[in-house]
């Protein structure tokens, strides 16, 4: 569905001059589940901006765009930001890569410059630790001398730290569900005069079980704030969470957001469960780039990490057990390029912001479509072009097939070359060539309380793998 984009009309009374009629349009997602009669999808082409420039911003934060290079703004940041800093709410969705956190920054960065006090005035909830320390990270670029530093509430980082940054007046603060609650019930914060509350990626945040904790913690918050909702997609299931939220919002929707990005290349591999770790290594070593791959499991993820390594690929990876140090370690060696490849559960699917990631490998076959589009969604930013490969099992062929259709898009299958001379793994241990059957003797068990058996027994045939070590078991 096309929805138009028009200028004000020369009949409407507010002051002002405006662009010339003129029509632009952007793709809009059918979302049966919203309450579409409150959330108005027609805007005007005039709220439009085409560089950061235009913008009415204080000159401290303009010349720190300038100075980071923020000049012209993505589809999503000049349809959100105008009426974003007008003090309305707003939920956006589009595709990931689309800059959708320099979206809700920038106006909330311009309300604090423009208000006094050292209490917190924003509250931005992600759904883990590495996407909060994303936000931090580019609210620091822009912040400058400007804003004092803002206080990142997450699990596994030092808590008194935290504690410091609130108490130096932190007047943003970026957190997870968790520890924030955390801290509320200790008393160690204070939201009730909180002008602006950002939900980043507030399906996945909501999807993972947070929807208790973030009523909670909306509970404590002004009903006089404004809210702003941006996500990669609005789950059905959810949608009616956000209706309780949102006042009157603004409702943008970029592009498909059930599709992965036209950028992205989707290939796939059918391959037998113990060959997947040769062929990660070949796929990961046919690509020059840096390669992110996505392992369904903690345990699995340290089993790919290791082969690699062994391979003398530069690898690090991310999991649910690995301390917030390690994990902020393993990532900055994969943006800073120290490590070619990293691996990692979902917990990353959401937090990384690489734009220079080659491929993405689903060594897994995801659970859900979602997870799919946002895994996919980790590489062909900026404008580049990536690959999004997925290995799939023959017992998983049906569920492969579904995702296609739940895509609906047709997604390459590669040929593996050579597939019988990849190396296959026997109970955690690499084989060269696949296991042969053998066939060995075994005398039969003896037989408690009879009468021996004088006749000679024939010795009972088993069949096992090579290398398998054969046991008796007593009866």
């Known amino acids: 569905m096309q929805v138009p984009f028009r200028s004000r009309s020369e009949s409407e009374s507010s002051p002002g001059s405006y662009a010339p009629f003129v029509f632009a349009t952007f793709p809009i997602e059918q979302t049966d589940h919203v309450n579409t009669s409150r959330l108005p999808i027609q805007k005007r082409a005039d709220r439009f901006f085409m560089q950061f420039s235009e913008l009415k911003l204080t000159s401290s934060l303009q010349q720190q765009l300038t100075r980071n290079q923020f000049i012209t703004p993505t589809p999503v940041q000049a349809a959100a930001i105008p009426p974003a800093m007008e003090g309305k709410d707003v939920l956006a969705t589009a595709e990931t890569g689309t800059g959708k956190t320099l979206a809700f920054l920038l106006p909330a960065m311009e309300r604090l410059l423009a208000s006094a006090g050292k209490h917190p005035a924003v509250l931005i909830l992600t759904p883990t630790r590495e ?44 957190a997870t569900p968790g520890r924030l609650e955390d801290f509320l019930e200790r008393r160690l914060l204070d939201l009730r005069r909180i002008d602006v509350l950002v939900l980043d990626e507030a399906d996945r945040m909501l999807d993972m079980g947070f929807i208790p904790a973030v009523r909670r913690i909306v ?8 809210t702003l909702c941006f996500s990669a997609t609005i789950d059905p299931a959810v949608a009616h969470l956000l209706d309780e939220i949102l006042r009157n919002p603004v409702r943008l929707s970029f592009g498909s957001t059930q599709q992965a990005s036209s950028n992205v ?33 903690k345990r699995r993820t340290e089993h790919v990490a290791k082969r690699l390594s062994k391979a003398g690929v530069p690898v690090a990876m991310i999991h649910g057990d690995r301390s917030q140090s390690q994990r902020n370690r393993a990532l900055e060696d994969f943006q800073r390029g120290k490590a070619r490849v990293l691996v990692a559960t979902d917990v990353a699917s959401r937090g990384i912001h690489v734009d220079n990631i080659a491929q993405v ?8 479509t979602e997870d799919f589009i946002h895994r996919a969604g980790r590489t062909g ?7 999004a490969a997925t290995f799939y099992t023959p017992i998983e062929r049906r569920d492969f097939l579904r995702f296609e259709r739940a895509l609906n898009r ?50 009972q045939q088993r069949i096992y793998l090579e290398g398998e070590r054969l046991q008796r078991y007593a009866n």
């Open 381 to 387: 930013r900026a404008g580049n072009t990536g690959i």
């Open 219 to 226: 509970a404590k918050l002004p009903k006089q704030r404004q």
């Open 131 to 174: 996407l909060a320390l994303q936000v931090e990270k580019q609210y620091a670029q822009l912040a400058g001398k400007s804003l004092p530093r803002a206080a990142s509430l997450i699990g596994g980082a030092s808590e008194n730290n935290q504690i410091r940054d609130l108490q130096a007046g932190a007047r943003l603060i970026v």
């Open 361 to 368: 490998i689903n060594y897994d076959l995801p659970k859900m």
């Open 265 to 297: 290349r989707l290939l796939a591999y059918e391959v037998d469960p113990d060959q997947k770790a040769a062929l990660i290594h070949r796929v990961v070593s046919e690509e020059q780039g840096q390669s992110l791959i996505f392992v369904g499991t």
């Open 410 to 459: 047709k997604i390459e299958r590669v040929l593996i070359e050579g597939a019988s001379d990849l190396d296959r793994e026997e109970r955690g241990h690499m084989v060269t060539s696949a296991p042969t059957l053998k066939i060995a003797n075994v005398a039969p068990a003896k037989q408690q309380g009879k009468k021996k058996n004088t006749s000679s027994a024939p010795p």
